[in-house]
Nanobody, 123 residues
Framework: QVQLVESGGGSVQAGGSLRLSCAASQYSASSRCMGWFRQAPGKEREGVARISRFGSSTDYADSVRGRFTISRDDAKNTVYLQMNSLKPEDTAMYYC????????????????WGQGTQVTVSS
């Protein structure tokens, strides 16, 4: 069983930056694809970004493309989300997620979830 532990959330003003980290307890073939979802109050959980093992492939939600960058360090079983030019609408609980591959990055296809880290962006 792979455990995911997020860190790096917090409060920041609009235009600021935050870096989220997610450490996996171990490598597993079933968690080769890692990434992030977020959920704002009253809204559905949405995929933000994902990255394949070795970082060979990445994908982003349209709402964050060009502002967020996902990366990973496979030696540390850790994935990162660098968030720049943050907007109030980025305020949400951010969840680390992992599954076998990156072909289907939907909430109901995720195998492992982290506990979440709060990101709050004030105007």
């Amino acid at each position: 069983q792979v455990q995911l532990v997020e860190s790096g959330g917090g409060s920041v003003q609009a235009g600021g930056s935050l870096r989220l980290s997610c450490a996996a307890s171990q490598y597993s073939a079933s968690s080769r694809c890692m990434g992030w979802f977020r959920q704002a109050p009253g809204k559905e959980r949405e995929g933000v970004a994902r990255i394949s093992r070795f970082g060979s492939s990445t994908d982003y939600a349209d709402s964050v493309r060009g502002r967020f960058t996902i990366s990973r360090d496979d030696a540390k079983n850790t994935v990162y989300l660098q968030m720049n030019s943050l907007k109030p609408e980025d305020t949400a609980m951010y969840y680390c997620a992992a599954r076998l591959d990156c072909a289907f990055w939907l909430e109901n296809s995720i195998t492992y979830w982290g506990q979440g880290t709060q990101v709050t962006v004030s105007s």
